[in-house]
């Protein structure tokens, strides 16, 4: 099992960047497929990104490719997601989610943090 906490969200203008982190429990963080996905309001759950268990490999939707970066520290037990050029529609919760064998786009992972609002303004 694992336990994820995420943190990082706020206020931003459109245009402008936020760093989220997740940080994870255990000491088998290296096993786990990390990805960051979110829920705005009204919506369906969706996939943002994903990194591979050694992070020699990434995944995002078309939505945010080459505006947001995911990344991770398997030392620290650290998932990040680096979003730039934020647009209005980016406003959602945003969740870090783990899993040994996941379906990279998927929205359906097996860990789920408790959640960090991102809200952009235009």
């Known amino acids: 099992q694992v336990v994820l906490v995420e943190s990082g969200g706020g206020l931003v203008q459109a245009g402008g960047s936020l760093r989220l982190s997740c940080a994870a429990s255990g000491r088998t963080f290296s096993s786990y497929a990390m990805g960051w996905l979110r829920q705005a309001p009204g919506k369906e759950r969706e996939f943002v990104a994903a990194?591979?268990?050694?992070?020699?490999?990434?995944y995002y939707a078309d939505s945010v490719k080459g505006r947001f970066t995911i990344s991770r520290d398997n030392a620290k037990n650290t998932v990040y997601l680096q979003m730039n050029s934020l647009k209005p529609e980016d406003t959602a919760v945003y969740y870090c989610?783990?899993?040994?064998?996941?379906?990279?786009?998927?929205?359906?992972?097996?860990?789920w943090g408790q959640g960090t609002q991102v809200t952009v303004s235009s």
């Open positions: 990194i591979s268990w050694s992070g020699g490999s990434t």
């Open positions: 989610a783990a899993d040994q064998n996941p379906v990279f786009g998927s929205p359906h992972w097996g860990y």
